[in-house]
């Protein structure tokens, strides 16, 4: 509300949509862009219209002129049922940057301390160094009553003190009363007033305000000067990062478009390697620094495999009752010699505990795909972000190798664990010295069916023991081989053979 007669003020929400030169123009481009963006009839939106003003009589500050608060929307009105929440919201995003000064403004001829304003004010500067009080209305309060205790701050106080201030009325405002007159009248009113004329200065009237204000302003700029510069600094590195990022500029001839996609490329896959492996890599400054590297990662899932049969105290025999156990030696004796039970009774109690070892091989490498696909994903949109028209085929291709590679690697792996299941057999020494003793020395009298139970028992736990122990090492060396290592290996020459292939990639190959 600072303007001169003659300054001139740029309007604008989303772009800049004109300029003017005087104040009364000013006023009416403002509603006619508010009634663009809220409505005709007192909408209020969270869209700011922002005008600039230049002239050699406004102080050099950004003033933000906020809605007060409103809790009940108005009859017939464009106000929405939330206007409360809206209000509050805009208010407390804006007041609650320490970098923003708060002119809490108050009417004079109100209760001072029933105020939204000043709790809104007091919660978000608890420490008051921001907040300066305007008091509004000195002019229409009743008769006999002045806002002298609330200006000194006797009522309640702020650090910064109050600036008790009379605007123009709305008869004013219809009659176009210049802002230097009003400015005028405004000296005038207060010299001339029985109470206010006795004031120290620095209380009363617009002028004080904006001295007032921009010295608070100055004094917290150079407070907080070396925030704003490394702010400032951080913002500059973002942008000189990103431009790096994007390159140099796109060329017009085919081969040359050629060579940079195949850049690109490269640079794609070496992203994707170094990501994987852990090795440092000066491009991947911006990723988020908490993250676990891409190999750390795909061992941490391969350290899970089988992480429920390897506990202390696990038995794949617990479901077994000895009476089941008893159930297949006698089915599968035959017709043999009692006393020496069959391999097949063996069989028979293994096989479904070596069956639930293929659903978590089976996850974790899927597990691992996931993973590499969406790491894969995420340094395409990083390194071919400057053309988002090719991320998707170029992400298509991507997968399509890692897809091939998966089906391979789920042959090996689904081979590996055939073959302990199919196959039975062990060099293992622990295996072999503890099971060649049936009856333990020692022990004279036992009861031989009870033996031949506990011994099948034991065996099965320690032929699972023994099988899974084999694939904690053979499925993560199968994955991490057949899966990880061949897609780093091919990713980059089937790329080019795709881009090489495709009339597409390069027709589209434009910056947005």
């Not at 208010?91 to 939204?116: E, F, H, M, Q, W």
């Not at 690697?409 to 057999?425: A, C, P």
Request: aromatic letters at 8%; proline letters at 5%.
């Amino acid at each position: 509300f600072f303007f001169n007669d003659t300054a001139t003020t740029e309007i604008y929400t989303e772009q800049i949509v004109g300029s003017v030169r005087c104040v009364q123009e000013t006023g009416y481009q403002r509603r006619v862009h508010g009634d663009k963006v809220a409505g005709k009839n007192k909408g209020i939106v969270d869209d700011p219209i922002v005008l600039t003003v230049y002239s050699p009589t406004c102080p050099d500050l950004t003033l933000i002129d906020l809605p007060g608060i409103t809790r009940i929307p108005l009859a017939n009105s464009d106000q929405t049922k939330d206007i409360e929440k809206v209000t509050k919201d805009m208010a407390t995003r804006y007041g609650k940057d320490k970098r923003t000064i708060i002119l809490c403004v108050v009417p004079a001829n109100a209760d001072i301390s029933t105020s939204d304003a000043l709790q809104m004010a007091q919660n978000l500067d608890p420490q008051g160094e921001r907040t300066i009080g305007v008091l509004t209305k000195v002019d229409i309060m009743d008769k006999g009553t002045n806002a002298k205790r609330m200006i000194l701050g006797e009522e309640i106080p702020l650090k910064l003190g109050y600036v008790g201030v009379r605007g123009r009325s709305q008869h004013d405002i219809n009659e176009k009363v210049r802002v230097s007159k009003a400015l005028d009248e405004e000296r005038k009113w207060f010299a001339e007033h029985p109470v206010y004329s006795t004031f120290p200065p620095g209380y009363l009237g617009h002028d004080n305000l904006v001295q007032k204000l921009t010295k608070v302003f100055f004094q917290h700029i150079r407070k907080l000067l070396p925030e704003i510069i490394k702010d400032i600094n951080q913002r500059a590195y973002e942008c000189e990062m990103r431009l790096r990022d994007l390159g140099p500029p796109l060329p017009r001839e085919s081969s040359e478009k050629m060579q940079l996609l195949w850049n690109m490329v490269t640079d794609f896959t070496e992203y994707f390697k170094n990501s994987i492996k852990g090795k440092y890599d000066s491009k991947r400054g911006n990723i988020n620094k908490k993250e676990i590297p891409g190999g750390a990662q795909i061992k941490l899932m391969f350290s899970k495999l089988y992480e429920e049969f390897v506990k202390k105290g696990y038995k794949p025999t617990k479901d077994y009752s000895d009476r089941d156990i008893e159930k297949a030696i006698i089915l599968h004796q035959g017709d043999s010699i009692p006393g020496f039970p069959s391999i097949d009774s063996f069989m028979y109690l293994i096989q479904p505990q070596l069956d639930k070892l293929t659903e978590p091989a089976i996850e974790c490498l899927n597990d691992v795909y996931n993973f590499l696909e969406n790491l894969a994903l995420k340094i395409v949109s990083k390194v071919f972000a400057r053309f988002p028209q090719i991320i998707d085929e170029v992400s298509e291709t991507i997968c399509r190798v890692l897809q091939k590679h998966k089906s391979k690697s789920r042959q090996v792996v689904e081979d590996i664990i055939d073959s302990e299941l199919n196959y039975l057999f062990t060099n293992d020494s622990d295996y072999i010295l503890s099971r060649t003793q049936l009856i333990p020395n020692g022990q004279k009298e036992v009861d031989p069916q009870q033996q031949f139970i506990q011994e099948m028992r034991n065996r099965v736990d320690s032929y699972f023991n023994v099988v899974v122990r084999n694939l904690r090492d053979s499925i993560p060396k199968a994955i991490g081989f057949f899966f990880v290592r061949k897609s780093e290996e091919t990713m980059q020459f089937e790329l080019y053979n795709e881009i090489n292939s495709s009339l597409e990639i390069m027709s589209s190959m434009s910056e947005p």
